[in-house]
T-cell receptor, first 118, second 110 residues
Framework: DTGVSQNPRHKITKRGQNVTFRCDPI?????LYWYRQTLGQGPEFLTY????????KSRLLSDRFSAERPKGSFSTLEIQRTEQGDSAMYLC????????????????FGEGSRLTVL | KNEVEQSPQNLTAQEGEFITINCSYS?????LHWLQQHPGGGIVSLFM?????KKHGRLIATINIQEKHSSLHITASHPRDSAVYIC????????????WGAGTKLIIKP
């Protein structure tokens, strides 16, 4: 297993278009997280899955954003009617266990998908 | 006041110097992460700890739960250590939330 992979790595789109990002977590990891990071800022939590269930969405995630993890493996993050403010790095992370299992709950991040909205 | 504060924000040092980056937090936590991010790159988890000290190669991380403080040390620093180092804490009252520090930008000059 090569770790968490995300694609595309870079996406340039015009305002108003829809974009979709994909995240393939480490295969045995049941927890998957999406974060957004803008330049010079720390990552902001967007949403979280345990297996196929989306357990939490941040208030940052407007109605234009939707995330799925249909079979509890890969996940997609779709942004509809993109706006310039959506330009950011979208990071995916996965982990094996709940946070209360300290020794095995370590997060593994993908390289991120950079979105530029013109 | 941010719940997780890192210092310094920026640090420039010469190759070989001993580096310390600090993280203070104000919430109850179950664990703390130190992560590394290179320019334009993804994030790599360096350490996850809830007590004491961990060491990987030239990197050492310590945490004092009572004082709500953690430090990341780099011994014999090298230009390839240049990156942003981020402290993030697992909020005790949540199963998934990480509260992130703003990061420390480290530049090691040859």
């Amino acid at each position: 297993d090569t770790g968490v992979s995300q694609n595309p790595r870079h996406k340039i789109t015009k305002r108003g278009q829809n974009v979709t990002f994909r995240c393939d977590p480490i295969s045995e990891h049941n927890r998957l997280y999406w974060y957004r990071q803008t330049l010079g800022q720390g990552p902001e939590f967007l949403t979280y899955f345990q297996n196929e269930a989306q357990l939490e969405k941040s208030r940052l995630l407007s109605d234009r954003f939707s995330a799925e993890r249909p079979k509890g493996s890969f996940s997609t993050l779709e942004i509809q009617r993109t706006e310039q403010g959506d330009s950011a790095m979208y990071l995916c992370a996965s982990s094996l266990a709940p946070f209360d299992r300290v020794n095995t709950g370590e997060l593994f991040f993908g390289e991120g998908s950079r979105l530029t909205v013109l | 006041k941010n719940e997780v504060e890192q210092s310094p924000q920026n640090l420039t040092a010469q190759e070989g110097e001993f580096i310390t980056i600090n993280c203070s937090y104000s919430v109850g936590i179950s664990a703390l992460h130190w992560l590394q991010q290179h320019p334009g790159g993804g994030i790599v988890s360096l350490f996850m700890l809830s007590s004491g000290k961990k060491k990987h190669g030239r990197l050492i991380a310590t945490i004092n739960i009572q004082e709500k403080h953690s430090s990341l040390h780099i011994t014999a620093s090298h230009p390839r250590d240049s990156a942003v180092y981020i402290c993030a804490v697992r909020w005790r009252d949540s199963n998934y939330q990480l509260i992130w520090g703003a990061g420390t930008k480290l530049i090691i000059k040859p």
